[in-house]
């Protein structure tokens, strides 16, 4: 694929057939994706990539963690309250995603469901967690290379035909994973990534989300 072809085609996909990605395919995109810039290259993501029984173990521990605490006790806390335009961006998202899932605003039952999709990984069969350790004291500079990071290894994933969706979600639960991946107190846990062969059937997937027209979030000067 050209380049912008390989842009476009990544979305956030939500839905996953079974079918895993090889060994080596696995290592040429994660490889791929080290390639990524940080701030004095200092690479400071430490990612574990889980498939097969891993994945299935971690996805049973997760719902079951999530069907009673609601919120979590994430390393990074996040309350996702905006306001203005990040607001209308927010929930212009949302409710597309409802939209496309079957989801309505009035049916807590159905809206729990689309919440609960992010722990059961959408179905994927593989997850990744990227992780970084609690030695740097600019989080805003570290949380900069991690996302150029994952976008690179989205990138080269959509790159290979591979779908993914990064989730916020599924750092709210850092201890459970750090206890089923055997990873001390000091890694904290900053997102996770589904990934996997992309379920044409599954309607979620045909979620297209909108950008803002350039003038709106870029100036040029001369
Ligand atoms: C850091 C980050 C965290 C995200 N967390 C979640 C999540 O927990 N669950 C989810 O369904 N989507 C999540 N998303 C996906 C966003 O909703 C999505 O990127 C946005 O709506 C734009 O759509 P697109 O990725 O299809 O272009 C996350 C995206 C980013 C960059």
């Not at 990605?21 to 290592?27: A, H, M, Q, S, Y």
Request: proline share 6%; aromatic share 12%; with cysteine.
């Amino acid at each position: 694929m050209e380049f912008s072809e390989v842009v476009r085609a990544r979305h956030s996909f939500r839905g996953f057939t079974p079918k895993p990605v090889d060994e080596n395919t696995l290592k040429e995109i994660f490889e791929l994706a080290s390639w990524a810039p940080s701030n004095c290259n200092v690479q400071p993501w430490h990612v574990h990539v889980l498939s097969g029984e891993a994945c299935n173990r971690m996805r049973k521990k997760m719902m079951a963690r999530a069907a009673t605490d609601t919120s979590g006790n994430p390393d990074f806390p996040w309350q996702g309250k905006f306001s203005g335009d990040y607001k209308e961006r927010q929930i212009c998202s949302a409710l597309g995603l409802w939209e496309h899932q079957g989801v309505t605003r009035d049916n807590p039952e159905k809206r729990a469901w689309s919440w609960m999709r992010n722990f059961e990984f959408f179905d994927a069969p593989h997850i990744a967690f990227i992780f970084v350790t609690d030695e740097f004291p600019e989080l805003v500079r570290l949380a900069g290379d991690v996302g150029m990071y994952s976008q690179t290894l989205m990138l080269a994933m959509a790159n290979a035909g591979i779908g993914s969706c990064p989730q916020t979600s599924v750092s709210c639960f850092p201890d459970l994973v750090r206890e089923e991946l055997g990873i001390e107190g000091h890694y904290k846990l900053m997102m996770g990534l589904s990934f996997g062969f992309i379920d044409e059937a599954d309607p979620a997937n045909n979620l297209r989300t909108e950008r803002d027209p350039l003038e709106k979030t870029t100036s040029f000067h001369i």
